[in-house]
């Protein structure tokens, strides 16, 4: 009898504890279910929140320099045009011969002539180009005459000539009795010295503004250094027109 009532009450406590342990798993298993669908909710939520991120870049708007356009050697084109350009050059420069002999006539034709363009030349004589300053000079005694472009196209036109010459100045009257000018008078501008502070205070103002080297332009206020293809001031001039 003893034996009897012993394994029943075994069986019954496997019974109970299978059962309590299945309970227990359901619990669990409830539980997790529970667990994850809140971390869910708590996930979906914190993205919902998140601010939302604009992957455009922004561009800059390129620096500009002002320079007043007061010392200019001479200017060409339309004093309202919306684009101008201010070019610093030296005559002896073999760079700024190629910028006028290549580039220079597409802008006078597209721009200038069109009212579109002003240009501004400034000197910036360079210090290694002996009769650069000379040139310079002569260029704007010819203006006191009007005629600062005649001399300004002869000068780049015969700049391998008078570059390395030992009397410039001789060179420099024979352009200007060709354009028809008074020559006394020219020669006496040539040695009056009445331009220098002008050339002078070019250079300065080239140089504060980071300009060092010829030719350097500056397209309403943006730079551009060396003799650059036609493409290039086009590509700018557009841009700033629109």
Not at 4 to 27: P, Y
Request: glycine share 4%; charged share 20%.
């Amino acid at each position: 009898m003893s034996t009897t009532n012993t394994s029943e009450t075994i069986i019954i406590s496997k019974k109970k504890l299978w059962q309590g342990a299945t309970i227990l798993f359901a619990a669990l298993f409830i539980a997790s279910l529970f667990w994850n669908t809140a971390s869910e909710l708590v996930i979906e939520e914190s993205v919902k929140e998140a601010p939302s991120v604009n992957p455009a870049l922004v561009l800059e708007e390129p620096a500009r320099v002002r320079i007043s356009l007061t010392g200019a050697a001479a200017v060409k084109g339309n004093d309202n045009a919306p684009v101008t350009i201010v070019e610093y050059s030296d005559y002896q420069c073999p760079y700024c011969a190629r910028f006028f002999s290549q580039t220079l006539p597409g802008l006078l034709r597209d721009y200038v002539e069109k009212g579109k363009v002003n240009l501004v030349y400034k000197d910036l004589p360079l210090p290694f180009h002996q009769n650069a300053k000379s040139a310079a000079i002569a260029a704007r005694c010819a203006g006191d005459q009007d005629d600062y472009w005649g001399m300004h196209d002869l000068l780049f036109e015969n700049n391998p000539v008078w570059s390395a010459s030992a009397n410039v100045e001789e060179l420099f009257v024979s352009y200007a009795d060709k354009l028809k000018m008074n020559t006394v008078k020219f020669k006496e501008c040539l040695s009056s010295g009445k331009f220098d502070k002008l050339i002078e205070a070019n250079i300065v103002e080239a140089n504060n503004a980071g300009l060092s080297g010829t030719p350097s332009f500056l397209i309403n206020g943006l730079s551009i250094v060396g003799a650059q293809p036609y493409t290039v001031f086009k590509q700018i001039i557009e841009e700033e027109l629109n």
